[in-house]
């Protein structure tokens, strides 16, 4: 069973930067893909960002500039930097990995508040 287990998070002022870090354990497999999905209350869970075991990334268009995604192969582990942060990133942030043919697996999900 594939566990994502993910740490940051929290309570930052408008203008400031939190950092997210997720690792995987239980897989035999390197996941092919990990990222970023985020939820805010009342909208539909969107991609934050994504990266491939090559490093191609996929990146949402407002967080461009601002977000950067990084992994590490070896240890299935994922970054997420986030900088000038707005209230409109406001949302519950879950870790996502797909190991190809296999499955997608999700983290339980970390609050970022962004106050103005």
């Known amino acids: 069973q594939v566990h994502l287990v993910e740490s940051g998070g929290g309570l930052v002022q408008a203008g400031g930067s939190l950092r997210l870090s997720c690792a995987a354990s239980?897989?035999?497999?390197?996941?092919?893909?990990m990222g970023w999905y985020r939820q805010a209350p009342g909208k539909q869970r969107e991609l934050v960002a994504t990266?491939?075991?090559?490093?191609?990334?996929t990146i949402l268009h407002s967080v461009k500039g601002r977000f950067t995604i990084s992994r590490d192969n070896a240890e299935n582990a994922v970054t997420l930097q986030m900088n000038s942060l707005k209230p409109e990133d406001t949302a519950v942030y879950y870790c996502?990995?797909?190991?190809?043919?296999?499955?997608?697996?999700w983290g339980q999900g970390t609050q970022v508040t962004v106050s103005s």
């Open positions: 239980g897989s035999p497999f390197r996941l092919n893909v």
């Open positions: 990266i491939t075991t090559s490093g191609g990334t």
């Open positions: 996502y990995g797909k190991v190809t043919t296999v499955g997608d697996y």
